[in-house]
C-alpha cells in the first residue's frame, strides 16, 4: 500500500468534486499594495515550496486503486493577477463569486492564488489594498487546514504539523463492517438508555434548502473579537445569523420556528486524514432571547460533541477506512445531485476558521481580515462561515437570491443583530 496514497476520506472529496464543485475559497485582506507586486509573488513561490501540503498533485491513473500524492511543486504560474472593473470592496467580492464555476482540477492543478491589488474599501483598511483569494482542493482538508499551509506561503514562520493517515486494508472490510454494526446497536442502546444525547433531529426543507438560482453573491461583516463576547466566537455568531435569517424569511413569508444550521465540527484526536471533520445539526431557536438561544446553540454543541465522542463513530470511521477504492469510486459515481431530499440536516450551513495570529503579509502589507466561502449545493442556496485572524472576526455570507431574496437587506439585518 503506497505511504502516500490518498485516505478513503480525502479520495471521496476529490472523486466527489467532479458530482457537486467543493474546492475551498479562503479570502484574504491586505493593508495596501505592494510595490513590487512581481517581486512579491516570487516570494509567495519560494514559500509556498517549503509547504508541503501546498507541494503536491493528486495521480488517480490507477484506477483500481486509491489516488496518490505527487510532487508538484509551486511556481509563479499558480498565481492569477486580476484587474478590477469596479475596486470597490463589492466589486471585488462580486468578481471573487464569479470565480466558481472555474473548479480546479486536483490532477493539474491543485490549488491556484488569485490576487486583486488595488481594492477600495475594505474592512478594517483605510485606504487601497490587496486581496488575494486562495482557491484550492477540498481533498487537502476545508479552511480549517488549509489556512495554515496559507499563513506558511504569506511568511508565518514555522510549519504546519502534518497529516498523519490511517488506512484500512480492503480485507479488513467484512470484520471491520461487523465491528461497526454491533458498535451501532451499542450506541441505539446507550441512546435509549439516556447514556448517550439522540441525534439532531432532522428538518423540513425550506426556501433556503430550495436548488440555488437568481444571482448569487458574497458579503462579509467583521466584527473586533470584544465585540462577540458573551459565548464563543462561533456561538454568538450562530445567535446572530438565528435573529438575521429568521427575520428575512418572516418577510418572504417563510416561517422560521424550527430554524436549524448545518454547522461543521473537527473531529477529536489526532489528524487522520486532511479532513478530518464532521457536520452536525443545530438549532438556531430565533424565539429565544438572545442570552437564552446562546445557552441552548451553546448546550447542542456540547450534545452533538457527546455523541461523536462514542466508539461507534469511530468503528464507522474503521470500516469506511477499509472500503475497496473500485467500491468507493463507484458508489460516488451513483451519487446524483439533483435528486430531493424530503429532510435536511441544517437550513443553512455554518462552517469556523481560525486562522490564528494576524502574523504574516503580502510584499510587507499586514493582514488584516479573512473569510472563507463554503460553496453552495442543490439542498443549500445560503452558506456562511465564521472566520478569525487575529482579533478581527468576519462572517461571510455566500447567497443565492432564491434563498433569501435581498443579499444586502440580509446583511443590514445581520450587522444590526452583531
Known sequence: MPANRLTAVDAQMFWMSSRMPNDTFLLYGFDGVPADLPGALGELAANARTSPDLSLRIDDSARLNYP??????????????????????????????????????????PWRLHVFPGVEGMPGVAGSGTVAVLQITHALGGGGRTCGPAAVMFGRPGAVAPVTPVYGH??????????AARAHQQLVTDTAAGRVPPAAAPRSPIRTNDPPSGVCSMRTVVRDRAQLSGATVTVSAL????????????ELGTDPADLGAEVTMAKSGPRQAYNHFGTVGVGLHPSLPVPQRRDAIAAEFAARRERAAHPAMRASERAFAATPAPLLRWGIGQFNPD???????????VSSVNCGAADFSFGGMPVRMAAAFPGLSPMVGLTHCVTGVGDAISISVFAAESA???VDGYLDRLEAAL
Do not use: K, Y
Not at 480492503?170 to 465491528?179: H, Q
Not at 435528486?339 to 450551513?349: D, H, I, L
Open 68 to 109: 496518490v500524492w505527487v510532487p508538484s511543486p509551486a511556481d509563479e504560474s499558480r498565481f492569477v493577477v486580476h484587474d478590477l472593473d469596479d475596486s470597490a470592496w463589492l466589486g471585488c467580492l462580486a468578481a471573487v463569486s464569479g470565480l466558481v464555476d472555474d473548479q480546479l482540477d486536483a490532477r493539474v492543478l
Open 239 to 250: 445567535a446572530g445569523i438565528s435573529e438575521a435569517l429568521a427575520g428575512q424569511l418572516r
Open 170 to 179: 480492503p480485507a479488513m472490510l467484512l470484520w471491520r463492517g461487523v465491528e
Open 404 to 406: 433569501i431574496g435581498d
Open 339 to 349: 435528486v430531493r431530499s424530503a429532510t435536511v440536516t441544517g437550513n443553512t450551513v
